[in-house]
């Protein structure tokens, strides 16, 4: 089994080290092969000269974000991707925000995409776009939440003071940890569907950002920063993080869970946060 993962990022790293200890051989890109970092066992190649690789792939992981010009990966290397006669399964890496705003309702796999936000709008053109160069092949539409893990998540805000515990009544977001990603691409890829599929990687329960920021400093055994008051914190937001917070749903990931088989590693943020501190030797497993 030769795995490609296109875009040897954060969340492509954490597959590639699972993709390896499932027994796949794995190739990563990067745009510059010297500075990456890849899991031992995996070999790097420039993203611009990937061709031969994914011509030799049985399974393809898409990590990279879509341009204005649409998914890197077809622009540079559709026919590498039409050529690979042994490609049995391709994962793309896509975004819940394809579901837009639903005024905090629940949305499952089978919720018809609604992007507002012109990135979401780009991530599902790109969807269908690899629905089209699948040409019959499985094809996997990772539908992703909030990513936190190691390095990135309320643990390191609150120990650098930075982080804020702002309150919108009724408002939630749905999150999942790097290492469930990997899990359940890898799981994916080991038993791939007829077609295309909408797969959802979130955990089991969307959160408010003051509730996970107060546990990572219960954690940390120091003291929450005070609550503020979203219309008073919106003032300080960059529009990025505005676009974040004008949309609200609670995504489920039942149906995922169970035509892979498998439970999360952290089924909420508390697992998630323990997790990482017990990775860095301060905290329990």
Request: hydrophobic residues 45%; proline residues 5%; aromatic residues 6%.
């Given at each position: 089994m030769r795995m490609v993962i296109a875009g040897l990022g954060y969340a492509g790293s954490a597959i590639a080290a699972e993709a390896v200890a499932a027994g796949f051989a794995v190739t990563g890109t990067a745009r510059d092969p010297g500075r990456a970092t890849a899991p031992e066992g995996v070999a790097v190649v420039r993203f611009?000269?990937?061709?031969?690789a994914i011509a030799q792939a049985t399974h393809l992981v898409v990590t990279a974000?879509?341009?204005?010009?649409?998914?890197?990966?077809?622009?540079?290397?559709?026919?590498?991707?039409?050529?690979?006669?042994?490609?049995?399964?391709?994962?793309?890496?896509?975004?819940?925000?394809v579901y837009g705003d639903r005024g905090g309702a629940e949305v499952d796999e089978a919720t018809p995409p609604a992007p507002g936000q012109p990135r979401s709008q780009r991530r599902l053109a790109a969807e269908n776009a690899w629905?089209?160069?699948?040409?019959?092949?499985?094809?996997?539409?990772?539908?992703?939440?909030?990513?936190?893990?190691?390095?990135?998540?309320?643990l390191e805000d609150v120990r650098a003071g930075t982080a804020r515990r702002v309150v919108k009544p009724g408002h939630s977001f749905s999150r999942i940890h790097v290492d469930d990603i990997a899990l359940a691409v890898v799981a994916a890829a080991r038993q791939p569907s007829a077609g295309a599929r909408v797969l959802h990687l979130v955990d089991d329960e969307?959160?408010?950002?003051?509730?996970?920021?107060?546990?990572?400093?219960?954690?940390?055994?120091?003291a929450p920063p005070p609550e503020i008051p979203f219309e008073v914190a919106r003032t300080g937001m960059s529009p990025m993080a505005l676009s974040f917070w004008s949309e609200n749903r609670r995504v489920t990931s039942g149906a995922t869970r169970a035509a892979l088989g498998i439970t999360w590693r952290c089924?909420?943020?508390?697992?998630?946060?323990?997790?990482?501190?017990?990775g860095e030797g301060q905290g329990r497993p």
């Open positions: 611009a000269e990937a061709g031969e974000a879509p341009e204005a010009e649409g998914c890197p990966v077809l622009a540079t290397h559709a026919g590498a991707v039409a050529a690979a006669t042994g490609l049995r399964w391709i994962g793309y890496l896509s975004t819940t925000g629905r089209l160069a699948a040409a019959g092949r499985a094809l996997d539409l990772f539908r992703i939440g909030g990513i936190y893990g190691p390095g990135r998540s309320a969307p959160a408010g950002n003051a509730e996970v920021v107060a546990e990572a400093a219960r954690l940390l055994g120091v089924p909420s943020y508390r697992e998630g946060l323990a997790r990482i501190l017990a």
